[in-house]
């Protein structure tokens, strides 16, 4: 993140979300390429966000 070029920690949910079971992603088996296009998701709404250890690396 900028200005210190500062790196977004964000864990993934341990639960498993039964919605997106059967949801096939293209990325799918690439942890590195999954976890940016996740980050990307999340902080493009981060208006949305409120989990606070989140919110307090953010400084939002």
Do not use: H, W
């Amino acid at each position: 993140m900028e200005p210190n070029d500062q790196y977004l920690c964000i864990v993934p949910a341990r639960n498993v979300d039964k919605s997106t079971d059967k949801l096939y992603l293209p990325f799918e088996g690439d942890r590195g390429l999954s976890m940016i296009i996740s980050k990307a998701v999340l902080l493009a709404e981060d208006n949305k966000i409120t989990d606070k250890t989140i919110l307090s690396q953010i400084k939002r």
